[in-house]
């Protein structure tokens, strides 16, 4: 038995830009570019945010010998910029991570027999805008309470 997707605005934001993605993008070659696109993007706006924070707050050893002007007010807010500089080093180590995973995927081309699978597929999971809609009636659909007694 499947189990009833989630309906919070959340979700439902997730499931339609999953199926857009399907649907603008529906060729293995595709998807693979679309990723590529996204994890680079990704990395250059995060490491660039990084190498900017660093400048200005200095890196994590700076935190531990706070100028002897600073305000105590100011500590709490210096913990969570260096916790965020922290966080985001490790995002930026594990994009890097997935880049050398993505290499792999990336490397591989099929035949078009194999592509026009994928748009068939393709049309099938994200056949049309209203997929939203679609889910939402068939959670009523598949609704059965259970009446009491
Ligand atoms: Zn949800």
């Known amino acids: 038995m499947p189990e009833e997707p989630c309906q919070c605005p959340d979700c439902q934001r997730f499931y339609r830009e999953h199926d857009r993605l399907i649907r603008e993008n529906p060729t293995l070659r595709q998807q693979q570019e679309l990723s590529w696109a996204a994890l680079q ?13 660093q400048k ?8 531990l010998a706070p100028a002897a002007a600073g305000a105590p007010a100011d500590a ?6 260096q916790q965020a500089i922290a966080d985001l080093e490790n995002i930026n180590a594990h994009l890097f991570s997935i880049e050398a995973l993505m290499d792999r995927i990336f490397d591989v081309r099929v035949p078009d027999a ?3 699978k994928f748009r068939e597929l393709a049309g099938e999971l994200a056949p049309d805008p209203l997929n939203a809609d679609r ?5 009523l659909l598949h609704q059965t309470p259970d009446l009491p007694g």
Request: proline share 0%.
């Open 41 to 53: 993007s990704f990395r250059t706006l995060a490491g660039r945010a990084l190498e900017e924070l």
């Open 76 to 81: 709490g807010e210096t913990d969570a910029m």
């Open 135 to 139: 889910l939402r009636l068939n959670r």
């Open 56 to 63: 200005t707050h200095g890196d994590t050893d700076a935190a």
């Open 114 to 116: 194999v592509e026009q």
